[in-house]
């Protein structure tokens, strides 16, 4: 066990950590002031909270530093969790990278100073151990993020292909179509189709438009909806034909996972009444049953 002098000296770096930001980012109250029809740029930057001003940039830096020291193949990685979970910050993996370092030291530093009680010859395994757990957990969190996202995309693309497909049969034109279905939906499929606008509208190609929209998803409904699309933008297919059999077909798929949710219920439910209903019901049928008969013959086999 380490002297009490220095438990006491790491718990107070370590709660002077979240002390700190808290008084870094506190808010202040918003002043403009405006000199004739200018306004003071230095004022408006200085009236923003600290954690803006300090906060932010010390983030970028520290996750700078951090992705030199990180493999490319990882930096990618990470990136491509980030896309499918929705974020579009530019500094994303680095304040990622930050995040990560920061819980890892954060969670060290509290398990060395941890009474361990009898296991203390193993506070530094149990301590690299929970580090190790801090720095990991981020990646998990996101990958579930990721993966709800693109299930939520799979679920509502058939319903924005109707869309789509009705404005366009009343007479818009493609584009026209998707920024009238963007605007009408709050889901991750409108920020996707509102993104794929901001880049037609930036000189991208819609073709090349289209391959960034399925490169920033996993969802194979949608990349098959974006090969129909280029494929008829080529071959000068009506893009209401293609809509139309895109949707009609991704109905019929979602309708097929639904069937096959439902039919792997039964299997699933053979753990739960094997191992927790069965043998509480046995005990309730045959415990009083059980009770009786060894209050009954007790006696004579005890005699």
């Known amino acids: 066990m380490p002297p009490i ?7 107070a770096v370590a709660a002077s950590i979240p002390l700190l930001w808290v008084s870094l980012a506190g808010s202040r109250t ?3 002031t405006v000199l004739g029809h200018l306004t003071d740029a230095r004022k408006v930057v200085l009236e923003r909270a600290a954690g803006e001003r300090v906060g932010k940039p010390a983030l970028v830096a520290l996750g700078s ?5 990180t493999p490319q193949s990882r930096i990618e990685s990470l990136r491509h969790k980030l896309t499918l979970a ?4 530019r500094y994303g993996v680095e304040r990622l990278l930050a995040a990560k370092f920061g819980a890892a030291t954060l969670t060290v530093l509290c398990s060395m100073v941890a009474p361990l009680g009898q296991i203390e010859r193993f506070s530094l395994l149990v301590a690299v151990g929970a580090g190790l757990i801090a720095y990991y957990l981020p990646d998990l969190v996101l990958t579930r993020r990721g993966r709800a996202r693109q299930d939520r995309i799979r679920l509502e693309l058939p319903d924005t292909l109707d869309q789509v497909r009705m404005t366009v049969d009343a007479g818009l034109g493609f584009e026209a179509a998707l920024a009238r279905t963007a605007n009408a939906g709050d889901g991750p499929v409108a920020e996707e189709l509102h993104r794929l606008l901001r880049e037609m509208q930036l000189g991208v190609p819609r073709a090349e438009a289209l391959r960034n929209l399925s490169a920033r998803t996993d969802v194979s409904d949608l990349d098959s909806f974006v090969i129909a699309v280029i494929q008829s933008q080529t071959y000068g297919i009506p893009i209401a034909s293609v809509l139309r059999v895109q949707s009609d077909e991704l109905r019929d798929k979602r309708k097929q996972r639904a069937e096959e949710r439902a039919l792997k219920i039964p299997v699933l439910l053979i753990f739960p009444l094997a191992f927790c209903i069965f043998p509480a019901m046995f005990i309730v049928l045959l415990g009083p049953a059980a009770i009786r008969i060894f209050r009954d013959l007790g006696p004579a086999i005890g005699s």
């Open 5 to 11: 002098s220095i438990i006491l000296a790491a718990m």
């Open 65 to 69: 530093r951090l992705s030199r020291l």
């Open 86 to 89: 929705g974020s579009t910050s």
């Open 30 to 32: 918003a002043k403009t």
